[in-house]
């Protein structure tokens, strides 16, 4: 389910060894979307230009879940899945994945190619921290100054984060685990029998 807990990674991990020559440099990062995961691969990929691969591979929680590899010049099977492998192993998902490779003019063959890719995702893997996640939503409400305090209240009792913008009217930007989500504007409605303005911002799995 989607708005269960999940593994990534806390931040960016990264690696770099050598292997009868050709230098390896294994990159991790969270990724939140699609476009967040290519954003990175594009970093790495403008970052070394000279390199003879840049091998992507990410997982991202979409509806389903978004899994992508790419072999990148390499042979098919030797570099972009391994390092797929390696992600889905470990069962994380919203990370990205780059290995990075500069021929060093000996040939690895197929299964040295399989090693060392997996080897750039796992040693970048261990230079980060992976923690568990879960999917928040953030969503705002607004009141008059007389409900105010109500919905302070019941923010703070629910242990929830939330920014408070004392304006004409109050508005307060709440972050709260997908599951909690509901049940807590029920209260907020109740509590100020409908008068709270409850509008939903974005949501992360």
Do not use: W
Request: aromatic share 8%; net charge negative.
């Amino acid at each position: 389910m989607e708005e269960e807990p999940y593994r990534t990674v806390a931040g960016r991990g990264e690696a770099s060894f050598e292997v009868r020559g050709s230098e390896f440099i294994g990159y991790v990062a969270p990724a939140r979307t699609v476009a967040e995961a290519e954003a990175f691969v594009a970093e790495v990929e403008e970052n070394h230009p000279d390199a003879t691969h840049n091998v992507p591979a990410y997982r991202v929680r979409a509806d389903p879940l978004r899994e992508y590899a790419d072999d990148d010049g390499e042979p098919t099977g030797s570099a972009g899945k391994p390092a797929l492998n390696v992600l889905q192993g470990e069962e994380i998902e919203n990370v990205v994945a780059v290995v990075t490779r500069y021929y060093g003019g000996t040939n690895l063959g197929y299964g040295g190619l399989v090693r060392s890719y997996s080897r750039g995702v796992k040693e970048a893997l261990e230079a980060t921290e992976l923690v568990e996640e879960r999917p928040h939503e953030r969503f705002s409400v607004a009141v008059e100054y007389d409900d105010s305090g109500t919905v302070r209240g019941i923010l703070e009792s629910a242990d929830v984060e939330f920014d408070a913008d004392y304006e004409e009217a109050v508005r307060f930007d709440v972050r709260v685990p997908v599951v909690e989500a509901d049940p807590l504007r029920d209260r907020l409605r109740s509590a100020t029998s409908g008068r709270a303005e409850l509008t939903l911002l974005d949501r992360h799995r």
